[in-house]
């Protein structure tokens, strides 16, 4: 049973749009969230992350959001560059006093057209 | 800062055989957590050390093993090797391994058994 989904397996954006990437989640006890992007032949590289006391944390050209009652993340990449087409995998953790480990989605593969 | 190192990098073995990967954290990083990546099923966690001791494990085989050591270099071991367990194998640390810290991953060894 997959607790985080990455529904869409690809997404193809002009340069200089908006990539908006998805993620659902099952586990009501996650609430750590990150996101990842692999290129090939490299290991995952963190983005950004988020808590579930908040709704949105930005860093530059990314902007995570997370609906909690709908068990929904979303990563927006502004504006959208060549550079930025990889793998990106969606992760969440559970809460606790020590530690879990990371479940991930199957991955988004964004292909971002000059 | 050096990242997180892992050799070898590729790998080829026969069915049966053993083999031994290799992770040095970010100086500093008393937690490594190791995953497989296959095609089909993601990243999926294998386990995770903290302070030379097993504090998670994911749902593999027995095959499956690793150890820390004190200065937080970790191995990953899997003996009878058998065709599934071609993949790529990461190994990803955090400073204490606490639930609101991102971890950091290597380049991964790839294995491919014949």
């Known amino acids: 049973d997959q607790q985080v989904k990455q529904n869409s397996p690809s997404l193809s954006v002009q340069e200089g749009r908006i990539s908006i990437l998805n993620c659902d989640y099952t586990?009501?006890?996650?609430?750590?969230f990150l996101w990842y992007k692999k290129y090939p032949a490299e290991g995952p590289t963190f983005l950004i992350s988020?808590?579930?006391?908040?709704d949105k944390n930005e860093d530059g050209r990314f902007t995570v959001f997370l609906n909690k009652s709908a068990k929904h993340l979303s990563l927006h990449i502004v504006p959208s560059q060549p550079g930025d087409s990889a793998v990106y995998f969606c992760?969440?953790?559970?809460?606790?006093?020590?530690?879990?480990?990371?479940?991930f989605g199957k991955g988004t593969r964004l292909s971002v057209i000059a | 800062k050096a990242g997180v190192t892992q050799t070898p990098r590729y790998l080829i073995k026969t069915r049966g055989q053993q083999v031994t990967l290799s992770c040095s954290p970010i100086?500093?990083?008393?937690?490594v957590s190791w995953y497989q990546q296959t095609p089909g099923q993601g990243l999926q966690f294998l386990f995770e050390?903290?302070?030379?001791?097993?504090?998670n494990k994911g749902n593999f085989p027995g095959r499956f093993s690793g150890r820390q050591f004190s200065n937080s270099r970790s191995e990953m071991n899997v003996s009878t090797l058998e065709l599934g367990d071609s993949a790529l194998y990461l190994c990803?640390?955090?400073?204490?391994?606490?639930?609101?810290?991102?971890?950091?991953f290597g380049d991964g060894t790839r294995l491919s058994i014949l």
């Open positions: 990803a640390s955090s400073l204490r391994g606490l639930s609101n810290q991102p971890q950091h």
């Open positions: 100086s500093g990083h008393r937690s």
């Open positions: 988020i808590s579930s006391i908040k």
């Open positions: 992760a969440a953790r559970e809460r606790n006093s020590g530690n879990t480990p990371l479940v």
């Open positions: 050390y903290f302070s030379e001791t097993q504090r």
């Open positions: 586990n009501s006890m996650f609430d750590y």
